[in-house]
């Protein structure tokens, strides 16, 4: 038999972790953690981490892995994420996989696209005329030539830009087409999706008192130490949801009141993003966090036993 997995998903602030929480103490299991953020150090506030207390009480796995500046993909994620899973069943415990990064679960549960060897000479044209003209020029290029992948790529996500144009360039063929050909056919755990999700304007309505905390938490001074450390926007990380808007208040180009209101709005863009990318999930089962609680974890135990 297969390794069986729980899957908790859905937009950012919808209420995952409380329900991974809640079932890791019911069924005495531990967390993989499924969000693309977290992975780095020092980057605590803004990416809504678990507190070192809630990391003693339940193991997190895939957490607090690399620095800002060291390179991290999904191949990255996928090898770390099935490591943790294999070691938490051979201590007899319950691996839940929680997380909003749809690509990073789908190539854990349904396998990944590697696509051809990098082209040095193609990547440094492309990172040049990022430098020269924008990024915003490239990912109008991927808008003409692959506008599916812009369901999943993000326009200031450089790296996966950079990468879907260098596929099309070696072979011709849109990533996109790489990926429907590779049909993400492999199966090596049982999967249980649990998605979560709410009203819109309830979910929206989080999503802007979770942007508060995070400036009420300090997310101002997280950024500005790193900052001090020589981090820069011009580092994927750092250019991420809420460092970037805060990056940019530090730097004098906005006030910090702009700067709230552009990060609680392009966090509700990730979020209907997000919903986007999973609602194309057949497998996924959606439930409210909060009204249907009782049903998830109904469901989780029939699922295991």
């Known amino acids: 038999m297969k390794p069986k997995l729980v899957v908790v998903l859905g937009p950012t602030a919808v209420g995952k972790s409380d329900i991974a929480l809640e079932l890791a103490l019911h069924m005495n299991g531990e967390i993989i953690n499924a969000d693309s953020q977290q992975v780095y150090r020092q980057m605590d506030i803004g990416t809504a981490k678990p507190s070192a207390k809630l990391l003693q009480k339940i193991p997190h796995h895939v957490i607090d892995v690399v620095y800002p500046d060291e390179e991290f993909n999904v191949a990255r ?38 696509g051809p060897a990098q082209d040095a000479g193609i990547r440094a044209a492309l990172t040049l005329k990022a430098q020269r003209d924008g990024l915003s020029t490239l990912y109008e290029r991927l808008e003409q030539i692959d506008p599916s992948a812009t369901s999943w790529i993000h326009p200031n996500d450089r790296q996966r830009i950079i990468r879907a144009l260098e596929v099309y360039e070696l072979t011709g063929k849109p990533m996109s087409e ?44 997280e950024v500005r130490g790193l900052f ?17 808007h805060m990056g940019l208040f530090l730097m004098g180009k906005m006030s910090l009141e702009e700067a709230v209101f552009l990060m609680k709005r392009d966090t509700r863009r990730l979020a209907k993003r997000q919903l986007t990318w999973f609602r194309s999930d057949k497998e996924i089962l959606w439930f409210h966090p909060v009204l249907e609680r009782a049903k998830i974890t109904d469901l989780v135990d029939k699922f295991l036993h």
């Open 178 to 221: 790489w990926q429907k050909g590779h049909a993400f056919g492999e199966t090596p755990f049982t999967t249980l999706k649990i998605g979560l999700d709410r009203q819109r304007a309830e979910l929206y309505d989080r999503i802007n008192q979770r942007c508060d905390q995070m400036i009420e938490a300090g997310l101002v001074d």
């Open 228 to 244: 001090a450390q020589g981090y820069s926007l011009d580092l994927k990380p750092v250019c991420s949801l809420g460092y970037r």
């Open 77 to 114: 994620y996928r090898e770390l994420a099935t490591a943790g899973i294999h070691d938490i069943r051979k201590r007899a415990k319950q691996p839940i996989v929680c997380g909003g990064t749809g690509l990073y679960i789908k190539a854990l549960t349904r396998g990944l696209f590697l």
